[in-house]
């Protein structure tokens, strides 16, 4: 009989997720397995949960978009291993999930826990924060800086790119030193994204390189990202090949270290939310996570 947590955020604006975590606790028993429901208050309350969870459960489950996963593996970070981990996407886009081919149904996502199966998955860090689906910096992580909770639960994933266009009129490009594969070359760039997965804005076609197992960090750096340039870009991005784009810097690697030589600081933002400033270090974890994937 397996023992599962299902750890989710009960403030206000997610009064859903409480009648999510019952339904999901009534179909893992019914299935003959166990289930505790704990309703987090905080960020950090939900870390502790997961963090106790690997030595008190043989399963997580947690119930959100990239911010409660990332919480989640955070808490795994913390105990320095994981347990299976299983997702009931409840974000506006989420990236990791659609990635994993994990059921944005909700019902159809509580059948997953039950039928699926636990595979092996990479997991990144920034010193000792994770990253499960992207890193941002530049006019991507301004742009998701401009947008409000409240404008994203009411528009969905278009708000960014209305967002996007008022951003493109700001001509910012940061000065950088980066390190990666034993080269440091110096650039300017406005826009830096850093995924584990093929899946960006909601898009899974866009980086078909990319896989949740392939133990790689996969880098696009965007020197210039005007107005006359965003058809040419979003054609590329839809299409997966924005890493052919003229002005597109792309490589893949294990570990990369990225510094500010501006004079300006620089922010990231990790899974969508606000993160540390630059310098950082990024590292993959090869197949540190478990998480329940359907079986096909």
């Known amino acids: 009989m397996e023992k599962n947590l299902i750890i989710f955020n009960a403030q206000a604006g997610k009064s859903d997720n409480n009648e999510i975590a019952k339904k999901a606790k009534a179909v893992l028993e019914r299935h003959g ?14 870390i502790h949960a997961a963090a106790t969870a690997t030595d008190q459960y043989d399963r997580l489950i947690t119930i959100g978009g990239d911010g409660s996963i ?21 974000g506006t886009v989420n990236n ?44 991507l992580a301004d742009i998701s800086r401009d947008v409000k909770q409240s404008e994203k639960r009411r528009f969905g994933p278009i708000i960014y790119l209305f967002k996007g ?20 070359r110096v650039l300017k760039a ?4 850093i995924t584990t997965t093929n899946s960006v804005g909601g898009n899974v076609a866009f980086n078909p390189d990319a896989t949740y197992d392939d133990d790689l960090l996969h880098v696009f750096i965007l020197k210039r990202f005007t107005l006359p340039k965003i058809i040419t870009y979003g054609t590329f991005f839809l299409t997966g090949n924005l890493k052919r784009a003229r002005g597109v810097i792309y490589l893949k690697c294990r570990e990369i270290q990225i510094e500010n030589l501006s004079a ?21 974890k090869p197949n540190f996570l478990r998480i329940i994937l359907p079986k096909s």
């Open 33 to 46: 397995q166990t289930a505790v429901l704990k309703a987090t208050d905080s960020e950090s309350d939900a």
């Open 70 to 90: 990332n919480t989640a593996c955070a808490g795994f970070l913390q105990a320095g291993k994981a347990i299976p981990l299983g997702i009931i996407p409840g």
């Open 96 to 139: 990791f999930a659609r990635a994993l081919k994990i059921p944005l149904n909700v019902d159809q996502a509580i059948d997953n826990l039950v039928s699926g199966m636990p595979k092996l998955v990479d997991l990144a860090t920034v010193g000792d924060q994770p990253m499960v689906s992207s890193l941002t910096l530049g006019k």
């Open 165 to 184: 266009v008022k951003a493109l009129f700001k001509d910012r490009s940061y000065k950088l030193r980066i390190t990666a594969n034993g080269k440091t």
């Open 190 to 193: 406005q826009i830096l994204l």
């Open 264 to 284: 300006q600081k620089v922010e990231t933002r990790i899974d969508g939310d606000p993160a540390m400033k630059l310098p950082i270090t990024v590292k993959v």
